[in-house]
């Protein structure tokens, strides 16, 4: 059977996931090279140093009949998309008119308490220049994304247009169940941007421009996410959410880049880091574009079930899924397993707690078979490594939570035994989905804030549903941005990023220490602090880049503008950081701004590299005026920091009859790299795929010839990458297939 996924060409939204499990680079996915469902001839984005007509890039395309333009870009990027193989496109890099050709990337987008909790109740108190109340009106937020169900009674109000790349119309509707795999995330995402009826959305009146990028099933591509920037451009909107992204911690690819150019336009951009935490490194384009406002995900207010195993100390916490009922018992209750949740595993769970193994089944057909036998909840631990959170499609009244793969083969072991269920309350804590930065090759804090993420209910076609990710909390963040251009209409993106960022609550952890920078950036958003911030520090968060341990002292310098945009004057000061050995900062000294001025100011700080051990360093530095206090995040990092060294790696068949194609991406390039083989059921090594030396950094691209093959049969695939002593690789399995069925 032909079986091969591949997910070069899509873009995928960011939800956490109903039944797929989130890879990492330990992680084994099943692949078959027998047929993968990729087209003849590949898609590929060429970014031009300059503006080009039309006519130009025709000329430029000239000597290469065979490839076929497709789009051309000039508000995002400048640049085009082309149709052919990726031989004549390696030809065409060599032209010196072009900076950058990068593959169609595959992108997935992200599944009222959150909206009090970050005062988008009290900014209702506050009024703009013409004496109307905060609620975005008068602002156009475009959603890029899988469409909206406008005629849904909460958002007939807030639609105000937009367009469907996927289809090539002007009707941005979402999938329904007849044209594919329907869709609901572009609608979710709407909702708490500005919801106008039973969901109240954090700028009910501000107008929604959607647009259709990604298709049935939540996928699209490059080019049509692109060519959706493009179009909010040209429709001149003034913040865009993009709650998607895909695997790749890099700053140059084509998205991250052209929401760079959309922000240069006048237009904030706001993205979902990803959901593949809690490990660094994890941020996925574009949630890495260095002038976009990345967003991270927080709880909010929420009760945590814990499992209490008589007779024992044993306390074990139970991650609700959204959408399904409350762990609220009186009494005692026995556990029992129950296979991976199919019916005839669940024969003896009436009045009991089910415990279930994931994978086979999505959690709603889990929960839902388990619910049929009589369960009284259900507990799905994972079937790799770590945590996970997760959605149900559907509400129902059973509770359902899950656990580690640890802690539910601990339960396992135990056989039947009675447990009691416990709530603890919880708030302004990190998600563990939420991923973390920071940013390779840049050495960026990423994400920039955090807002609520976890349980967030809002509309779907048809109805209301609450979800959870990084996509929940982009949409509080694009909302807020609404409500703050209403009350400051000539405010650059970069002063609407700052006030978000220097009037954000940085989040402490149970333990009482601060989440690190790359975490949680400036930390949760205060909308009515952020609208009425009184001074405005940009860039709002500092990166000191690499030092080096060869350097005895290193000294690297970072400007900031520091920005009076009160009607009175302001007195500033730095409070001196804490005294660290082999650590020196020089600082301004205090300071007066008078209203609407604005100082460059310089910070300094000297480094002996060789007191100190961790790779990143990071830290907030404190400016004060007044009552207030403008944290301000900074990091650094030594030598080449423990960063990926490989990842994004997939394969497919090639372009020309009998090949195959892999491309991988490299982070910080490699001092040497390789994909080897080896025999799946043994481990036995058969070869190496591929090797090369000294790899530049980004995408890299190659077409094997199907010779250069082993013999059919399932392998393992370990894709392996060095780079400064480094080494990380990710082990795929992969079935060859030589001949086409």
């Known amino acids: 059977m032909k079986k091969f996924i591949i997910l070069l060409s899509t873009i995928l939204l960011l939800p956490i996931q109903s039944s797929a499990t989130i890879l990492s680079t330990s992680t084994v996915a099943t692949s078959t090279l027998s047929n993968p469902p990729i087209p003849k001839e590949s898609i590929t984005i060429v970014i031009l140093k300059k503006p080009h007509s039309e006519q130009e890039i025709k000329n430029l395309l000239a000597p290469y009949p065979e490839l076929q333009i497709r789009h051309i870009f000039q508000e995002a990027v400048y640049g085009f998309s082309v149709k052919g193989n990726i031989e004549t496109i390696e030809k065409l890099t060599k032209n010196n008119q072009i900076v950058n050709v990068s593959p169609v990337s595959t992108y997935q987008a992200e599944s009222e308490e959150n909206i009090r909790m970050i005062g988008g ?23 890029i994304d899988t469409g909206i169900d406008y005629t849904h009674p909460d958002l007939r109000k807030s639609y105000g247009g937009g367009r ?58 490059t080019e049509q996410v692109l060519a959706a920037i493009e179009q909010a451009i040209k429709d001149k909107v003034d913040v865009v959410n993009l709650s998607l992204g895909n695997d790749v911690n890099g700053p140059d690819l084509p998205i991250s880049l052209a929401l760079n150019r959309a922000v240069d336009k006048g237009i904030v951009a706001v993205v979902a880091s990803g959901n593949a935490g809690p490990d660094v490194w994890t941020v996925g384009s574009p949630g890495t574009a260095s002038k976009a406002i990345s967003v991270g995900a927080s709880t909010p207010i929420m009760e945590i079930p814990y499992f209490l195993i008589e007779g024992t100390k044993e306390k074990i916490r139970i991650e609700p899924m959204t959408g399904s009922g409350k762990f609220d018992f009186d009494r005692s209750v026995d556990l029992v397993e129950g296979g991976i949740g199919k019916k005839e595993d669940l024969k003896n769970v009436f009045g009991k707690i089910a415990l279930i193994k994931r994978g086979g089944l999505t959690f709603t057909e889990k929960a839902k078979n388990a619910y049929d036998a009589g369960a009284k909840a259900v507990l799905i631990y994972n079937n790799t490594s770590g945590r996970f959170m997760g959605n149900l499609e559907k509400q129902l009244s059973i509770p359902v939570g899950s656990l580690s793969k640890t802690e539910g083969e601990f339960l396992k072991g135990k056989g039947t035994l009675t447990a009691r269920i416990t709530t603890l309350e919880e708030k302004d804590q990190l998600a563990d989905f939420s991923s973390r930065g920071p940013v390779t090759g840049s050495w960026e804090i990423k994400p920039d804030i955090v807002a609520p993420g976890v349980a967030i209910q809002s509309t779907i076609p048809g109805g209301y549903l609450s979800l959870q990710g990084t996509s929940m909390a982009a949409p509080h963040i694009a909302g807020a941005c609404a409500l703050i251009k209403q009350a400051h209409p000539n405010w650059t993106p970069l002063q609407i990023k700052a006030a978000i960022m220097n009037t954000a609550k940085p989040l402490v952890k149970k333990e009482s220490t601060l989440y690190h920078t790359y975490e949680q950036g400036a930390g949760r958003i205060q909308i009515t602090n952020a609208v009425n911030a009184s001074s405005l520090v940009t860039p709002s968060s500092i990166q000191f880049g690499k030092f080096q341990l ?42 007066t701004l008078m209203p609407g001025q604005k100082r460059e100011i310089e910070i300094e700080l000297t480094v002996e590299p060789s007191f100190f051990k961790k790779k990143i360093q990071d830290g907030y530095l404190s400016l004060t005026t007044g009552t207030d206090t403008i944290q301000i995040p900074y990091i650094y990092v030594l030598e080449e920091p423990d960063y990926p060294r490989v990842m994004g790696f997939d394969i497919g068949k090639g372009d020309k009859p009998g090949t195959y194609r892999y491309e991988v991406y490299l982070p910080g390039g490699a001092d040497e790299f390789g994909i080897a083989l080896f025999k799946k059921e043994d481990y036995r090594f058969v070869g190496f795929l591929d090797t090369g030396r000294n790899l530049r950094k980004g995408m890299v691209r190659k077409e094997i010839a199907v010779e250069q093959l082993p013999a059919e049969g399932i392998y393992i695939a370990k894709v392996f990458a060095k780079k400064a002593k480094k080494e990380d690789f990710i082990e795929t399995e992969i079935t060859i297939v030589k001949t086409e069925e």
């Open 121 to 143: 109740d009290a900014v209702r108190m506050f009024f703009d220049h013409k004496d109307r109340r905060l609620t975005g009106e008068g602002v156009k937020v475009g959603v």
């Open 164 to 221: 469907d790349i996927v289809d090539g119309d002007t009707d941005p509707m979402e999938t329904r169940g007849s044209a594919g795999k329907a869709t609901l995330h572009g609608t979710h995402v709407a909702g708490i941007i500005a919801g106008n009826g039973k969901i109240q959305g954090v700028a009910p009146k501000a107008k929604i421009i959607a647009y259709r990028a990604l298709g049935p099933g939540g996928a699209g591509t």
């Open 550 to 591: 060869a350097d005895r002292k290193d000294r690297h310098s970072a400007y900031v503008n520091v920005e009076n945009t009160s009607s009175k004057i302001m007195r500033y000061s730095f409070k001196i950081p804490e005294q660290a050995e082999g650590l020196r900062w020089k600082l301004p000294f205090t300071f």
